[in-house]
């Protein structure tokens, strides 16, 4: 069964301390690799979408890699506003957007 | 441009009951998916439609069903509501059937069932 397993659960960070953030995966045939913002009581807001191994994408503060088997999202010089639990989904199969998501993990940025 | 929107925004029902959620997709979007989201879980995809047709399923039981209309609206219904149908619903739109591409997620309905 396609599984994505994101560590760590829950991380706390001081404003300024950069970190990463894991999301590994298991499916027969990876299509695209995303990663969600979610704040507490809202839907998902789309971040960044990977395709294939050794891809990058930066926004601001947040760079999201990809590896054949797992996904890191760099958090450089975070800021409070940074706090939000970070999803990170895997599309596979075809014909359909099958999605999966991970759990999260839920990042807390103290000023 | 206008996003996904989702109604209502929170709905209390009783267990046995059946409920109707609303969704509104993404202008030119033609897809849209719909999850269930329990707390502290990622989301957990239920179906999607492409073009007014259920185009894939998920693990859920047939009390779970939607529609597509010619806009590309959609609603999930939910029949014989039951205490572990409490949860965040989101619908999310994206463009194309099959092919790669970011959903763009409403702010979700919460329910409760009691």
């Known amino acids: 069964e396609d599984q994505v397993t994101q560590s760590p659960e829950a991380l706390r960070l001081q404003e300024g301390e950069s970190s990463s953030l894991n999301c590994s995966y298991t499916?027969?045939?990876?299509?695209?690799l995303f990663w969600y913002r979610q704040d507490p009581g809202k839907g998902p807001e789309f971040l960044f979408t990977?395709?294939?191994a050794g891809e990058e994408k930066e926004k601001e503060r947040l760079k999201a890699t990809l590896t054949k088997k797992e996904s890191f999202l760099h958090i450089t010089a975070p800021k409070p506003e940074d706090s939000a639990t970070y999803l990170c989904?895997?599309?596979?199969?075809?014909?359909?957007?099958?999605?999966?998501f991970g759990i999260g993990t839920k990042l807390q940025v103290i000023p | 441009e206008t996003g996904v929107t989702q109604s209502p925004t929170h709905l209390i029902k009783t267990r046995g009951q059946q409920v109707t959620l609303r969704c509104s997709s993404q202008?030119?979007?033609?897809?849209v998916s719909w999850y269930q989201q329990a707390l502290g879980q990622g989301p957990q995809f239920i179906f999607q439609?492409?073009?007014?047709?259920?185009?894939g399923r998920g693990n859920f039981p047939p009390r779970f069903s939607g529609l597509q209309f010619p806009n590309y609206s959609s609603e999930l219904n939910v029949n014989a509501l039951e205490l572990d149908d409490s949860a965040l619903y989101l619908c999310?739109?994206?463009?194309?059937?099959?092919?790669?591409?970011?959903?763009?997620f409403g702010p979700g309905t919460r329910l409760t069932v009691l």
């Open positions: 999310a739109s994206s463009l194309g059937r099959g092919g790669v591409g970011e959903q763009f």
């Open positions: 499916v027969s045939g990876l299509r695209g």
């Open positions: 990977l395709y294939s």
């Open positions: 989904a895997v599309q596979e199969g075809e014909g359909y957007q099958k999605v999966t």
């Open positions: 202008s030119g979007h033609n897809t």
């Open positions: 439609y492409y073009r007014e047709e259920e185009n």
